[in-house]
């Protein structure tokens, strides 16, 4: 004889110890994310906070809290500096030629050391120290290097019978010199990025395309530079990010001169800061420097990247 009913659990009591499950699990969740919510808090969001404060006072950083009120006016005085409205524009033209220089190198190389050649490993670890050296490493060699006397690269020149310039005092050059040292530095970690991506790809899908009759290029056009799409954007990113908010690189081998000609946003808020004593003004530029990147990121995100995390979560949902 079958047996009905309600099946055995789904009494009145099933409710309460669903829900007793459900808050010692939110009770593990927030024990564990509150250490990195504090950190988070103390180191991210309270500077945030402080430099916002800061930023609407006329302030030395001595004597205490600020007392100064000014309201926008350093932010007023800020747009009306031509040397920060010079920030931007160098800002732009180092994100400008990354994009059009360093990172189409960065895939160049990354898609031949992918073929087959002796060597390889160490020419992928080649291209890929520079990035390990620190930047203050970076700017004192290339410091050396670039010295209108002594420096390897006039001393090249002048084998050749040519003057060499004045690589880091040339108003008219600076700024192209340090992009050189920015691509020697930095092109490295985009190649293996692009390196790893490609490793990604499944032979099959080129082979397939050898058989249909496609040569290499259109093998790369058509299948290999799709599927390296969510690796190039995030590589773009990365790119733009760390071109706005460029600091060490500039500081060790100009200080922003000569006459503030490869002065960044970064070097302005130092100089402001801890130099001239003005943290009010310095704490205005890093608003901007934060906002800039803020709506970068977020605008990225939303209309370029939301297609790979969009993917993602799909993926992730699936599997669950």
């Known amino acids: 004889m079958t047996r009905t009913g309600p099946p055995r659990g789904a009494g009145p009591a099933a409710a309460p ?7 010692r699990l939110l009770g593990t969740i927030t024990l564990f994310l509150l250490p990195a919510l504090v950190l988070f808090a103390l180191l991210v969001l309270a500077p945030i906070a402080v430099a916002v404060y800061t930023s609407a006072f006329k302030w030395n950083g001595l004597g205490g809290l600020p007392r100064n009120f000014v309201g926008l006016d350093n932010f007023t005085r800020m747009f ?46 080649l291209f890929f120290a520079p990035y390990v050296l620190s930047e203050v490493i970076t700017g004192v060699l290339f410091t050396m290097i670039f010295s209108p006397d002594a420096g390897l690269a006039n001393q090249i020149l002048g084998l050749a019978g040519i003057d060499g310039p004045q690589w880091l005092a040339d108003p008219s050059l600076v700024m192209m010199t ?12 985009h190649m293996i990025l692009y390196l790893a991506g490609r490793q990604g790809i499944p032979k099959e899908l080129g082979e397939a395309a050898a058989i249909d009759g496609a040569g290499p290029w259109k093998r790369f056009r058509y299948v290999t530079l799709p599927l390296l799409g969510p690796t190039i954007r995030v590589s773009v990113f990365l790119s733009v990010i760390g071109a ?18 490869s002065e960044t946003m970064a070097v302005t808020m130092f100089q402001f800061g801890f130099k001239r004593s003005q943290i009010g003004y310095a704490s205005a530029v890093s608003v901007v420097m934060f906002v800039i990147s803020l709506v970068f990121a977020l605008g990225y995100q939303r209309f370029v990247l939301r297609r790979d995390t969009e993917g993602a979560i799909t993926t992730m949902r699936a599997q669950r």
């Open 178 to 189: 340090l992009f050189l040292v920015m691509t020697w530095k930095y092109f490295g970690f």
């Open 80 to 125: 009306g500096d031509e040397v920060f409205v010079g920030d931007l524009r160098r800002g732009a033209l180092l994100i400008a030629l990354s994009l059009v220089i360093q990172l189409p190198l960065a895939l160049a190389i990354a898609m031949l050391l992918n073929q087959r050649m002796r060597g390889r490993a160490v020419y992928r670890l």
């Open 244 to 261: 706005i908010q460029l600091f060490d690189l500039v500081w060790v081998l100009t200080a922003g001169g000569p006459i503030h000609s």
């Open 17 to 23: 110890s669903a829900r007793r499950r459900r808050f």
